[in-house]
């Protein structure tokens, strides 16, 4: 395993901006590494799957207060494909769709359908880049290693630094595996090994994480770039937009639990805002303490996928449990 001591971010920074993915269009992704363990990204990838609803109001809740590190909105913004309700919740979906397959599927068969889903958002992240850049080289070049390193973070770094914070109830092996198998997904996305934060012991990851939410997340959401609320609250928007007239979600409910699962000082909420809140905090008290909600609302996640999209990727994980 690689080794950082202090000054993590420094690392990443030194070793990421300016370096970008040579990956080319016509470029296979590639093969397994040489040592990599199998069975460890496996329990990774079922961990997920005993915990889809903890670890989906993880990553939106992510997802949203990200949105303020200036770095990661700006390729959003460029792409205008998020920056009204449906638009959003369309774009999101999609990415969801994209992570749920690689847990599902086996990411490492180039025959399959999670696998082709992991080469075709890596060719996404080069697109959007060559774009941004007009194809010409810059000094510091947008969708970097670094940037990526943040984005890693993003996905996994809520589950592993507060695990019951939303309602998850593991031992620090699970917890290892989950970040192995996010090792595994940054290794095919492009992430260097010097910049991938999950090729690292469980608590060196963790520490990683919270030098990114103290030193970047919080002082970006005190101080917001000037697109940050407008994007933030498409997104809302969006998952309300199945709702109709009804507003069960807000931005300041989503950031004040945010707020309060990295125990930051959170800002005052109206009533409406503080009941919105609440009621995303109760259910992950249900899913920390009471199995059957648990099952429940891993099983509603489920069914609000495309069940055909994943069905034969589901199979593939079933034939893999069993070897």
């Not at 697109?127 to 810059?138: A, I, L, P, Q």
């Not at 595994?184 to 030098?211: H, P, Q, W």
């Not at 099983?299 to 034969?312: A, C, Q």
């Amino acid at each position: 395993m690689l080794r950082m001591q202090h000054g993590h971010l420094e690392h990443l920074r030194e070793v990421g901006v300016g370096v970008v993915d040579t990956l080319s269009d016509s470029e296979e992704l590639p093969a397994m590494p040489h040592d990599f363990d199998v069975d460890k990204f496996n329990r990774g990838r079922k961990f997920f799957l005993n915990n889809i609803f903890s670890c989906t109001l993880s990553m939106l809740s992510s997802l949203i207060a990200g949105l303020s590190v200036v770095n990661l909105l700006e390729p959003l913004v460029f792409t205008r494909e998020s920056n009204t309700p449906l638009k959003s919740l369309l774009r999101y979906v999609r990415t969801f769709h994209h992570v749920v397959i690689w847990h599902y599927g086996n990411v490492w068969d180039p025959s399959s359908g999670a696998h082709k889903s992991v080469a075709k958002v890596r060719r996404l992240h080069n697109s959007v880049r060559r774009r941004m850049t007009g194809g010409e080289t810059v000094e510091n070049p947008p969708v970097s290693q670094y940037d990526m390193s943040l984005v890693q973070c993003g996905f996994m770094g809520g589950i592993v630094m507060y695990p019951e914070g939303f309602g998850i109830r593991c031992s620090s092996a699970d917890l290892s595996d989950y970040c192995y198998f996010w090792y595994g997904i940054g290794f095919l996305l492009g992430i260097s090994d010097k910049n991938n934060i999950c090729k690292r012991d469980l608590v060196e990851t963790v520490a990683i994480c919270k030098e990114i939410e103290s030193d970047i997340l919080l002082p970006a959401l005190h101080d917001p770039p000037r697109d940050f609320y407008p994007m933030a609250q498409a997104l809302v928007d969006g998952m309300n937009f199945p709702l109709k007239y009804f507003c069960l979600f807000s931005l300041e409910s989503f950031l004040y639990v945010s707020y309060a699962t990295m125990s930051a000082p959170r800002p005052k909420l109206g009533l409406a805002d503080r009941l919105r809140a609440l009621f995303l905090q109760s259910f992950f008290i249900l899913v920390k303490y009471v199995p059957f909600c648990r099952s429940l609302l891993n099983r509603l996640v489920f069914l609000g996928l495309n069940k055909k999209f994943l069905e034969g990727e589901i199979l593939d994980l079933r034939f893999q449990s069993r070897k």
